[in-house]
């Protein structure tokens, strides 16, 4: 569900160098050079190599091109769009000329689509957020968490930190992505893509755009991830194990180390291989936007991560590092992954086959997917209650009844009967049906019952983690059992799920009021007071 940072910058040089030809050029510098700078995020050496590229005469054309991509890549976009108008004005080739107004186009969709953004810049000065800031200011304080925590964190385990702040833009929709990047509006909506990196920079979906927010923090840490990597060693590292490091990393923001699969991956994991339904490296390229299905996305995520999983079980944690560093001498993944694994490229790959289908299978209770991303443009009704009331996926037909029940009294305002018939109903179903857990624990809480509510709440919680009202609810009945700490840590879990819900902002307010933390309860009441 995520495209790693890709270009296809060498093939259009190529295009270029055969259809201009190259007067005299500084000797110190030529166009494959700056294109590797960019292609680095080394922008300060690539202007000044390209200053020497324009004051010696290179083929106007080829400089325009280099010229608009560094100013593309360094946010400056409508100098960029004008460098584009320039080449197009001088170039003749009907295929340079094709290219040249694709690009064009796209960088007056990119202008659009940030015209009205606003800049925040995040607490230590590595990121520079571009968002709209009266509709994304209830996420900021956790996204600053997130990308700082990312840079030290990642920098860690990578060797290599930034020295430029990063431009990350936030959109309202998943759909402008096709308007800001090269993957189709097809793909996007197929594998509900909902972040890139590219263009060295991260483009992410606000939780806004989707029905019910998503794990939003771990996804704009996988792109960071990539960022990371692009800048760290280039372009060449094939997508599967782009995709592994970014899987394999994505939560490593929060300073965790043990950083497992989500219980319904897990399972998807092991179905798929019963049914020898593997997703190949080869199906994997150029990007994971681009698999026919959500499922195969995920399956292909889930995949590449025991990759990593199995190769730091094998070498260690340091083992990213010297991969990194052996793809940047050979610049081949076969020689790198070999030196770093002690085996030829063949016999890793075929050691991680029989590793992934010996895993231990995962049976996940229940019918419920927590990580389906629906991006519709829209937040749900801000109750934590989205999806009851139909309980479509309660498949007992006649705890389905009980819950139907239920629902017409709760909504005539008869709590306690209500209650009983959700209670008829967990008997036949376990207390492994989010939906009806959570019905189920809001009720308790009216009920004054707290305690019961968390008692309704613990499974769920340990299957389907990614399940937003499950936090919610927890923090709302850690409240009323004053345990002040952990509820604010259960809502602070809820927001990076879904942080324009009303409800975790109000028991964000009441949660950091009760630990002291009054300027953020001010914050939060006042985010809740605007949702």
Aim: proline fraction near 4%; aromatic fraction near 8%; include cysteine.
């Amino acid at each position: 569900m995520k495209a790693s940072c890709s270009s296809i910058w060498g093939l259009l040089l190529a295009a270029l160098l055969a259809a201009v030809p190259l007067r005299a050029v500084a000797a110190d510098e030529t166009p494959a050079s700056v294109e590797a700078l960019i292609d680095r995020g080394r922008y300060a050496q690539a202007d000044k190599a390209l200053q020497e590229l324009e004051s010696g005469g290179a083929a106007a054309v080829e400089v325009l091109r280099l010229r608009a991509i560094w100013l593309h890549h360094t946010g400056r976009y409508k100098e960029s769009l004008a460098a584009y108008e320039a080449a197009l004005a001088v170039a003749t080739d009907p295929y340079l000329v094709a290219a040249l107004t694709k690009d064009r186009d796209l960088l007056r969709s990119t202008i659009e689509a940030t015209a009205k953004l606003s800049v925040y810049r995040t607490s230590d000065g590595h990121f520079e957020v571009y968002h709209d800031a009266e509709k994304d200011a209830p996420l900021l304080p956790f996204l600053d968490e997130t990308l700082e925590g990312a840079y030290y964190e990642l920098g860690y385990d990578f060797g290599y930190w930034p020295t430029e702040p990063i431009r990350v833009e936030l959109f309202g929709r998943a759909s402008v992505l096709a308007k800001v990047s090269t993957l189709s509006a097809e793909a996007i909506k197929t594998t509900s893509t909902i972040a890139l990196c590219k263009y060295n920079k991260l483009m992410v979906t606000s939780p806004r755009g989707t029905a019910q927010g998503y794990g939003w923090r771990d996804t704009v840490s996988h792109e960071y991830v990539h960022y990371v990597v692009e800048q760290a060693v280039g372009h060449g590292i094939p997508i599967w194990l782009h995709e592994a490091l970014a899987k394999y990393h994505e939560g490593r923001w929060s300073g965790g180390r043990e950083l497992p699969l989500l219980p319904s991956r897990e399972e998807l994991l092991g179905k798929r291989i019963a049914e020898n339904k593997i997703v190949t490296f080869e199906q994997m390229h150029p990007s994971m936007a681009l698999l026919p299905s959500q499922e195969d996305a995920a399956m292909a995520y889930a995949e590449v991560y025991t990759v990593l999983e199995y190769l730091v079980k094998q070498r260690g944690r340091g083992v990213v590092r010297q991969l990194l560093a052996a793809f940047d001498q050979s610049r081949a993944v076969e020689a790198a992954v070999a030196e770093v694994s002690g085996v030829a490229f063949t016999g890793f790959v075929a050691k991680w086959m029989s590793y992934l289908v010996a895993r231990p299978r995962l049976d996940v209770p229940g019918d419920f997917d927590d990580e389906e991303v629906e991006i519709v443009g829209a937040v749900g009704n801000g109750s934590g209650d989205e999806g009851s009331g139909s309980f479509e996926k309660v498949l007992n037909v006649e705890a389905r009844d009980f819950l139907k029940l239920g629902e017409l009294l709760r909504a005539r305002g008869h709590n306690d009967a209500a209650l009983v018939e959700y209670q008829k109903a967990n008997l036949l179903t376990g207390n492994t049906q989010p939906d009806l857990q959570n019905a189920l624990a809001k009720l308790y809480i009216a009920a004054k019952q707290p305690a019961e509510a968390l008692a309704a709440l613990s499974e769920v919680a340990r299957w389907y983690p990614g399940y937003y009202p499950t936090y919610l609810h927890r923090c709302q009945a850690l409240l009323a059992l004053s345990r002040a700490a952990e509820a604010v840590e259960a809502c602070e879990d809820a927001a990076g799920v879904n942080p324009f819900d009303p409800a975790v902002m109000a028991g964000l307010r009441d949660g950091y009021a009760a630990t002291g933390q009054k300027e953020r309860s001010a914050w939060a009441g006042s985010m809740a007071a605007k949702l």
